[in-house]
């Protein structure tokens, strides 16, 4: 499905198309932050932690062509359960948070889970205990439902790790991994940036639609405002819209409450 540009006397490129009973493939978790700087605006930490596969490793029982016995083998993890998904943040994510935390920056920090089924609950007690250990407090909280502009991730980061990946062509699933973490570490962290930014810029189209979707994604020049000096550390956010929305939910609540003080009063 390229697109390949070649001059008239050159012959069309050779193209073929894997089976997609055997193709490689393989669920990655990625781990990013919003950039940190001191007090003298100087970056102490781009936002970049890692990606990690879900991946297991064992040997081989039998001799084949292509391997001897006990070689050690990565196979993809296809069933991704609450088990998996508690292992990888519980003894993974969680210490390369601690590993790369700046010495003076607050340690209450929120990892964002977009709400899939396998996902830990914000007190599992596994999670608590590492959660809190060395001083910090890392809390669990969850993506908003139909709001997939709220996931940094999905806002730029994928897009521009997956622009990388498909430049190359692994030819078995360790490959894979290793392109993958390539594309991530070689990646600009100016993208974390101005995918931090757009996120805020979506919050606040959020706010005007009064919590609904029905919003466009607009792009905002980020990197053009950068050249020119303009590009904010934070969307500034107007009073009169937040006392609206304040003001709707209030409302709404008040409705529902009143909803649910009538039925029980029916049904008393």
């Known amino acids: 499905m390229r697109r390949f540009y070649l001059l008239p006397a050159e012959d069309d490129s050779y193209s073929c198309r894997q089976s997609k009973r055997f193709k490689i493939k393989a669920m990655f978790m990625c781990a990013t ?16 932690l890692s990606i990690y596969p879900f991946v297991e490793y064992a040997r081989a029982k039998y001799l084949t062509k292509n391997r001897r016995a006990c070689t050690l083998l990565t196979k993809a993890i296809e069933s991704v359960t609450l088990a998996v998904i508690r292992d990888m943040i519980v003894n993974t994510i969680i210490p390369a948070i601690m590993r790369v935390w700046s010495v003076g920056v607050s340690k209450d920090i929120y990892i964002q889970q977009n709400n899939a089924r396998p996902h830990i609950h914000a007190s599992d007690p ?26 940094v991730l999905d806002l730029g980061v994928f897009r521009a790790s997956q622009a990388l990946q498909y430049q190359s062509f692994p030819k078995n699933l360790d490959e894979l991994i290793l392109r993958v973490q390539d594309c991530y570490d070689f990646f600009d962290p100016e993208v974390l940036k101005y995918t931090w930014l757009q996120l805020q810029y ?24 950068e050249r020119h000096g303009l590009l904010p550390d934070n969307v500034e ?9 304040v003001a709707y939910l209030n409302e709404r609540f008040v409705n529902v409450g009143e909803a649910f003080d009538y039925l029980d009063a029916h049904q008393e």
């Open 237 to 245: 956010v107007d009073q009169a819209l937040i006392d609206e929305a």
């Open 126 to 151: 596994k999670f608590m205990t590492a959660a809190t250990q060395n001083g910090f407090n890392i809390q669990l909280i969850n993506q908003p439902p139909q709001s997939s502009d709220l996931n």
């Open 202 to 225: 979506v919050m606040v189209e959020i706010l005007k639609c009064k919590g609904g979707n029905n919003y466009k994604n607009s792009h905002h020049s980020k990197r053009k405002l």
């Open 33 to 48: 932050s919003r950039h940190i700087k001191d007090s003298e605006g100087r970056m102490i930490h781009d936002g970049k």
